[in-house]
């Protein structure tokens, strides 16, 4: 399945951090839940947020997405800025610039009605937690990437404690770093069917 031919183009440089798998389990929950109004944290390439662009498109809807990012490689910024671009979802992404615990609560001030969070910046066990418990709050549709990974697979489970549904969609590629993938969704009790 081709999501958007710029997509394909990005994925080729398996470094980027994700499989066709994971783009695929993104653009599909994005559909099913008709997710509009996205905040995601983590950008590097934009790859993930074409996925997502391109699922709302799909649904017929404009999508809107809050990207953030510490852009820390500048030139990763230039190239989701181009990617992005020719995807034709330039203008339905602004780029935030800062840490995710310094700029999401501002950025939950201004935007409402956010769909879902999309939580794959800072992997440590600390900053996922701390992204979960900003996030939480305002959208009722949680994803994690990496979801595999210890630290992340820790948070997903203490939301799924907290009362959320969890399901976890593993993926059967390996990075180019070795690590496995996978995705998770934790949907607030009673959110889209829930």
């Known amino acids: ?21 994971c783009y695929e389990v993104i653009y599909t929950v994005v559909r099913a839940f008709q997710v509009q109004n996205i905040v995601e944290i983590g950008t590097h390439r934009a790859a993930s947020t074409i996925a997502m662009c391109q699922a709302v498109k ?3 809807q404009t999508p809107r997405v809050w990207t953030i990012d510490n852009w820390s490689q500048m030139d990763m910024r230039a190239a989701a800025v181009d990617h992005l671009s020719r995807a034709g979802f330039g203008p339905n992404v602004e780029l935030v610039t800062g840490s995710s615990r310094d700029v999401l609560t501002k950025l939950f001030e201004r935007t409402v009605d956010i769909d ?5 910046g800072d992997h440590t066990e600390d900053a996922v937690r701390a992204d979960w418990a900003l996030s939480s709050p305002h959208a009722p549709l949680v ?18 404690a907290a009362g959320w549904n969890v399901t976890r969609f593993p993926t059967t590629f390996v990075e180019g770093d070795g690590r496995l993938v996978g995705v998770a969704l934790a949907a607030r009790k009673g959110a889209a069917g829930f």
């Open 1 to 21: 399945m081709e999501l958007n031919p710029i997509l394909t183009e990005v994925n080729k440089a398996r470094w980027l951090g994700s499989t066709d798998q």
């Open 58 to 60: 799909d649904n017929g």
């Open 143 to 160: 994803l994690f990437h990496d979801a595999a990974m210890y630290a992340v697979s820790r948070v997903v489970d203490e939301a799924e």
């Open 116 to 120: 879902l969070v999309f939580i794959d």
